[in-house]
């Protein structure tokens, strides 16, 4: 018999729509399988007003609701919790029709189960492209994106995914849709509303279109890959490249030794073209949306700045666009390897730029005292201060003792993070994984203000709970 949950959630979706069991078994784990949930089912509607339906069911039968795009989050963010028996995953990704591109405004109205790489391969059509950039771009989807307020590796040129937003719709909490999916960049009729949802991780509604912004595609691109001997060195590379490229500049990606060691152990068919592994390998690329800028002239500028002045000691220029995508597979492997290597520990922070290289070091050096046996792998964006500063055991003998001291070495790396005045999470967002940690590294004013925004738009607190904020009402003074 049909349990009239099930059946209420049939009727609205229909049999593919609504799913249980063993199907919904994929959507309860999270990217990273570090804690798999069971749903009590999979909702899947394909329009907005099927959304709407979702929201008022879950209301009605008093079920938690947990949206989820692509599912390549980090953070527990887009899975429910493991004790929830009442949690429905509602999964977007029949809602991927790309409603228009507007060629003159240089935008797209777009549904939220867009995946990026399509969306970017629709917007090239017209020779337009969306600005962001980032290696999980296969499976990431749009409404997720803006829930998450990704980065990526052109955030420091052309901002977050909030930057790119125009215009959105919303299904609330209450299960009436916001309707705010302008085409505009000046709107300064009130609060900026879409601004409520850029990055709150599905916890004041669920985003199921979109208006983003465009740019004209590349006609020229120009891809580096320096050998710096030090961290030091490359910034001063880095900002050369801004003076002299200025926003031509469009990504600045280093890597330590220990990633690329990672991937020489892991992913054996991505390869290094530098002769040696340096301290630190610095991938850049310079684009023109012209044809009568001389950018090879800025980009060898760049580079016999960076030789002159031993800011690099090798130096690979792509001479194809093959070349140019093996330089990126190198940067985009590394997660991928350190995941296949075992255990980890990661932590996605932001220092500001002039204490990135201070930060590292201390860091690295207050790590390794308290577990020498280890990988202490940082890599990331150079130009904006993100860094993904991820651990491991160096054997497989080490990981029980690796996973032992986790919460000291996690404590080492977010007491730095606060000590040089950076952000916890820069870019994967909060999820359920670091609330705590931020209830205790951010002012009880801050938190306040997070939520009193949360329960006047959600006052049930059905919508992705134990997201960005704590489920109970006090929230915690800061130590000290």
Known sequence: ??????????????????????????????????????????????????VAGVVRLCAEHNLSLTPQGGNTGLVLAST?????????VLSLERLNDIRSIDVVGQTVSVEAGVVLNSLQEACAQHQLTLPMHLGSGGSAQIGGLISTNAGGTHAFRDGMMADLVFGLEVVLPSGDVWRGNRAMLKDNAGYPLRRLFCGAEGTLGVITAATLKLKPRPHQTETLLLACPTLESAQHIVSHGRRIAGALLSAA????????????????????????????????????????????????????????????TDGVQASSE??????????????????????????DVSVPLQALSEFISVTTERLQEA?????????GHLADGNVHFNLSPASTQDETEFLAAADQLNAIVYDAVVEFNGSIAAEHGLGRSKVTLADRSRDRCERLLMKTLKNSIDPRGTMNPGVIVATTDEVPDVPG
């Open 1 to 50: 018999m049909t349990h009239p949950i099930d059946q209420a959630f049939l009727s609205l979706l229909g049999a593919n729509g609504w799913l249980t069991s063993d199907d919904a078994a994929q959507y309860g784990e999270d990217w990273l399988k570090k804690e798999p949930s069971k749903p009590l089912g999979v909702a899947r509607p394909g329009t907005t007003e099927a």
């Open 80 to 88: 429910p919790r493991q004790t929830d028996a009442r949690a429905v």
């Open 253 to 312: 990606e280093f890597m330590d030794e220990t990633g690329l060691y990672l991937v020489a152990s892991h992913c054996s068919h991505v390869a290094n073209p530098l002769e040696k592994v340096a301290k630190i390998t610095l991938l850049l690329e310079f684009e023109s949306p012209s044809s009568q800028i001389p950018l090879d002239d800025a980009v060898q500028n760049i580079v016999t700045s960076a030789l002159e002045n031993d800011w690099a």
């Open 322 to 347: 093959q070349q140019r995508n093996d330089l990126w597979e190198l940067r985009e492997s590394i997660t991928e390897s350190q995941r296949r290597h075992g255990v980890q520990l990661k932590h």
């Open 371 to 379: 577990f020498p046996a280890q990988l202490i792998n940082p890599f």
